[in-house]
């Protein structure tokens, strides 16, 4: 009976960290390679549908400064990405262009919901989910809308 309560109780525990795990994580943008591999444990770490939210969030975020830049007629780059991300969290990225958290509550859950009735994701996807890094040239049409994230991995070539 001792030997199955330990049992019960490691499991918990192991649960408990993992959860734990992708809460206490961090975006490193220091650098570019550092920002992949910080995003490859951010991939590794999250669940199907939080990586959704997390990479759409990753998005508005390279949206938003492109948009503020343009009203400001300046350029933005990735370094100005990599400067309002790093050290940012998973809660943090995806409250960042809306501090309430509803669209990453209705995005969460509309990525629940469509993993369910669709299946689990496959890897590729066959949408551009989260492709290629911004240029430093800032953003472009052309160029993937994700804010540089190789969270799903390559996704459309240029």
Do not use: C, H
Request: net charge positive.
């Amino acid at each position: 009976m001792l030997k199955l309560t330990l049992a019960v109780l490691a499991v918990a525990l192991a649960g408990t960290a993992s959860a734990a795990g992708w809460r206490s994580l961090r975006v490193d943008a220091s650098s570019e390679a550092a920002f992949e591999q910080s995003l490859a444990v951010f991939k590794e770490k999250l669940s199907p549908a939080r990586r959704q939210v997390f990479g759409e969030a990753l998005k508005d975020i390279w949206v938003k400064g492109s948009q503020e830049a343009a009203a400001e007629q300046r350029e933005y780059t990735t370094a100005d990405y990599y400067r309002q991300i790093g050290g940012l969290g998973y809660k943090q990225v995806v409250n960042f262009t809306d501090p309430s958290g509803d669209t990453a509550q209705a995005r969460l859950r509309q990525a629940s919901r469509s993993l369910y009735t669709v299946g689990p994701p496959s890897f590729p996807p066959q949408r551009d989910d989260l492709g290629e890094r911004p240029s430093s040239a800032g953003y472009s049409s052309t160029v993937n809308q994700r804010g540089g994230t190789p969270l799903f991995g390559p996704g459309r070539q240029q």
